[in-house]
């Protein structure tokens, strides 16, 4: 029988049998999981369909540059000869030297305020390195406009051609708005999501790890070298990935103080152009199809980089997660 009869004080109660209650907590349950599933697909779904209409705007410029887009390095839109490669190489020199700038202070933030700082130091110096990551990126573009960019060009850039001149990465002369304005203030704004994140991630890290190093005969520094840092290594890379997520596609502050021209030179003081900058600039100046077909480009190239730049995150966070604890 599907249901049973109970009396309880003469009135009849008729509750579901148990193959009933089975049958419908079954149904929920498939249909909890294919909601679930559909959503995941979704997400797949409107990556692959993003970059197929990329693909699809931008074929014009694939079909009359082909694979040599990927390697010109001259951008004439009177001309229409476009290639991509000085934006790639800004986008990537300015992303890593920012990496470069960020990584240290962060992790060195992170630290601080998970292992050593007071309660009242934690406090105050975590709500201030949130708020930072809060403040818009024009205001910072403006910020580094007025009062960064005059600095370098009078303070920082000199001294650094004065002791490294004869290096490339230091020739040339001191404008002030170039690559090196780029990768700082792109590391500004790294530093609150880089810290922010490796400092849960040290702050996750069992007690007992801890213990065990200072049972041990580990001074603090030790016991955060190696217990703390090499257990909770995953996170810290994942920390770090996720900066360069946002350093690859952040806009605004870059166009206002890196340069914008298309060059590709080995000096930090030259202006340089970003893929991301070039799309914000010119995307409105574009008259010809052609021209808009190269920026499509351009920002397909874009994703194409995000995704390469995740999926070895990815494999790098699944190689630092196999690797014996012991060791960072």
Known sequence: MMLRSLKAGGRGAVIPSTALVRGRRAWTDAAFRAALTAAALLVVVLVAWMLVQLVVAALPSIRRFGAAFLWTGRWDPVHEIFGAVTFAYGT????????????????????????????????????????????PSVILGLWGVFVMAPW????????????FGRLPLFSGPAYGIGLLAGGVILA?????????????????VPQSQREAAYALGATRWEMIRRAVLPYGRTGLVGAVILGLGRALGETMAVTMVIGNRPQVSASLFQPAY????????????????????????????????????????????WRVGAAPRGTL
């Open 274 to 317: 970003t893929i991301a900058a070039a799309l914000a600039n010119e995307f409105s100046e574009a008259a010809t199809g052609i021209y808009i077909s190269a920026l499509i480009e351009l920002a397909a190239v874009l994703f194409v980089i995000s995704l390469l730049v995740n999926a070895a995150a990815r494999w790098l966070v």
């Open 152 to 163: 370098l060009r009078r303070v920082v850039e000199p001294a650094l051609a004065g002791a």
């Open 188 to 204: 500004i704004m790294l530093l609150p999501i880089i810290s922010s994140v490796s400092r849960e991630v040290i702050r996750a």
């Open 92 to 135: 990537a020199a300015s992303s890593l030297l920012a990496l470069l700038l960020a990584v240290p202070v962060s992790l060195g933030a992170a630290v601080y305020l998970a292992e050593i700082a007071p309660r009242a130091v934690f406090t105050t110096l975590s709500f201030v390195i949130e708020l930072l990551a809060s403040i």
